[in-house]
Structures are given as C-alpha cells and as structure tokens.
Nanobody, 120 residues
Framework: QLQLVESGGGLVQPGGSLRLSCAAS????????TGWFRQAPGKEREGVLC????????NLADSVKGRFTISRDSTRNTVYLQMNSLKPDDTAVYYC?????????????WGNGTLVTVSS
C-alpha cells in the first residue's frame, strides 16, 4: 500500500522552530518529486517547498524563503521540512505529497496532513 504519513506538527510560539517529517511506505521517495504544501483556514492549498528526485530543492512560496528548508533521508525514506523563525501566518495544515514533478498538479500521492499552529 502506497502511503505518506506526516508528523511533527504542533503548537509553537512565534520565532520558534519545528521539523516536519514525511515518511513514505510502499514506494521510494528517491524516484519522486516530494513537496510540502499547506492550507490555512479559509484559504486555498499552496505549495511551500519541493525536492526533486535528483535532490534539487524548489521554493514554491516566497513567504518562506530563508526560513524553511527541505531535505530527504533516503535511508529512512523520509522527507523533512525544517521551519525556522515561524510566524502566525505559517499556521496551517501541512501536507506532503509525491509525484512526477514539483507542482500541485504533478503530485499523485498525498498524506493526511499535520497541523502547525504558531501562536503566543
């Protein structure tokens, strides 16, 4: 069964950090583009960061430049999203997805999401 499971979300104060994990089972992330997307209350889902099968990182949101990074651990078949200097506007459900390309429509598999709340 092909599956993506996100973890690491939670409540964090503004300026804090979190690391989200996206663990895959049933397939290898080494052969897919893997992206992080987020959806805030009342807003459309938007792309955050993506890492290609070759390991190249693509920024999908200007608002996270210099604060968020994406990485992949092939031995754990897991992709991470390191989030630093968090702001209240980063509050959202964060989803990971895998597919043929680093775009919303390029994603074939989606996780169920993990909630990140940035609040004092």
């Amino acid at each position: 069964q092909l599956q993506l499971v996100e973890s690491g979300g939670g409540l964090v104060q503004p300026g804090g950090s979190l690391r989200l994990s996206c663990a895959a089972s049933g397939f290898s992330l080494d052969y897919y583009a893997t992206g992080w997307f987020r959806q805030a209350p009342g807003k459309e889902r938007e792309g955050v960061l993506c890492i290609s099968s070759s390991g190249r990182s693509t920024n999908l949101a200007d608002s996270v430049k210099g604060r968020f990074t994406i990485s992949r651990d092939s031995t754990r078949n897991t992709v991470y999203l390191q989030m630093n200097s968090l702001k209240p506007d980063d509050t959202a459900v964060y989803y990971c997805a895998a597919g043929a390309s680093c775009s919303f429509h390029g994603m074939d598999y989606w996780g169920n999401g993990t909630l990140v709340t940035v609040s004092s």
